[in-house]
């Protein structure tokens, strides 16, 4: 039985930022979730099991 890898959602308003944040968490391991906004992060969580919330503070909208 495979065990799950640990799902981390990266929230941030800056598309480069969540492919960096990719590039680094999948290699080790880690299955990687990624909203633009703090109202997309908000359905994801309430949608599916998250681990790990790496959080943009200053976003437009509903920001960290």
Excluded: Q
């Amino acid at each position: 039985m495979d065990t799950p890898r640990p799902r981390i959602l990266c929230v941030d308003d800056e598309p480069s930022n969540r492919m960096l944040f990719e590039a680094v968490l999948v290699p080790c391991g880690y299955d990687v979730l990624s909203a633009e906004n703090g109202t997309d992060a908000l359905a994801m969580i309430g949608s599916r099991k998250v681990d790990l919330v790496l959080l943009d503070v200053m976003m437009p909208g509903l920001n960290g």
